[in-house]
């Protein structure tokens, strides 16, 4: 699985921002497609996360704020829709693609290139 994400910059805090994110290759059925970020010297954390049956699931600090979807061939294409962004949600965006074969099969972990967003005050 490739992944290919696109949206960085810079943006104003309280404005709105869009990341976009494809996968192509091969893909698995059963999959979740997510955002994670890693802000300047802080752990990677988990921003959303979105089924290919459209379950979602927001970190606390940008639910009400940001919006996940899915869209494309095969929903393969997932969007971070930012609104509101706070100068905190500066990082380096990463898209996540978590696969697997079957439901008794181990899931698979690919990511993207990384993608930065800076929000200005």
């Known amino acids: 699985v490739q992944l290919q994400a696109s949206g960085g910059g810079l943006v104003q805090a309280g404005g709105f921002w869009r990341l976009s994110c494809a996968a192509s290759?091969?893909?698995?059925?059963?999959?979740?497609m997510g955002w994670y970020r890693q802000a300047p010297g802080k752990q990677r954390e988990l921003v959303a996360t979105?089924?290919?049956?459209?379950?979602?699931?927001y970190v606390d600090s940008v639910k009400g704020r940001f919006t996940i979807s899915r869209d494309g061939a095969a929903k393969n294409t997932v969007y971070l829709q930012m609104n509101s962004p706070k100068p905190e949600d500066t990082g380096v965006y990463y898209c996540?693609?978590?696969?697997?074969?079957?439901?008794?099969?181990?899931?698979?972990?690919?990511w993207g290139q990384g993608t930065l967003v800076t929000v200005s005050s």
């Open positions: 979105i089924s290919r049956g459209g379950t979602t699931n």
């Open positions: 290759g091969s893909i698995f059925s059963s999959n979740v």
């Open positions: 996540n693609y978590r696969g697997r074969v079957g439901i008794s099969s181990s899931w698979s972990d690919y």
